[in-house]
């Protein structure tokens, strides 16, 4: 059997293998405050499908994960009504690495540090397929959004709004 191509391992591919997961993996060339428009050109993908992992807090400072649409931006007033509570609103770049271990522009929500609730966006999980952060800069997995709930304890919001 020929061998895959394979990439480093990652916390957040050893997390997917270990539950499981099957995944395709997509590097690219990163590009420092890209975001999900050069991921997605660079992977030939609808920004649509590519989903930002963003580490939050709430009014009472507990780190929480949001999970978005690449295209679109959070309603933290929404979200904070949503999740019941007074704001949210994104962590500081130390203190979001601090919680998920992982470095701004590489964060993926599994195999975080810190478990942290975790929502995404609902409209996601009505994809066929998702490109998500690896676990690193210009790495991206794609997977089946199901997996997601296969693995993560999601919660669904509505809280996108069009960038």
């Given amino acids: 059997m020929a061998k895959k191509e394979h990439f480093s391992e990652t916390p957040a591919t ?67 009504r949503q999740i019941g509570c007074k704001s949210v609103e994104p962590c500081k770049p130390e203190a979001a690495h601090r919680h998920s271990g992982y470095l701004v522009g590489g964060t993926s929500p599994f195999g975080t540090k810190k478990t942290m609730p975790i929502y995404i966006e609902q409209s996601i999980l009505a994809l066929d397929r998702i490109y998500i952060n690896g676990g690193r800069r210009g790495y991206l997995v794609g997977l089946a959004p199901e997996a997601l709930i296969a693995v993560l304890p999601i919660k669904t919001v509505n809280c996108a709004i069009e960038e």
Wanted: charged share 25%; net charge negative.
């Fill in 14 to 80: 050893q997390f997917l293998r270990k539950q499981g997961i099957s995944f395709s993996e997509h590097p690219y060339q990163y590009e420092e405050h890209g975001g999900t428009t050069v991921s997605a050109r660079e992977l030939g993908v609808d920004e649509h499908a590519v989903v930002k992992t963003l580490v939050m807090q709430d009014d009472a400072s507990k780190p929480l994960i949001v999970l978005m649409h690449g295209d679109r931006k959070v309603s933290t007033k929404n979200l904070a």
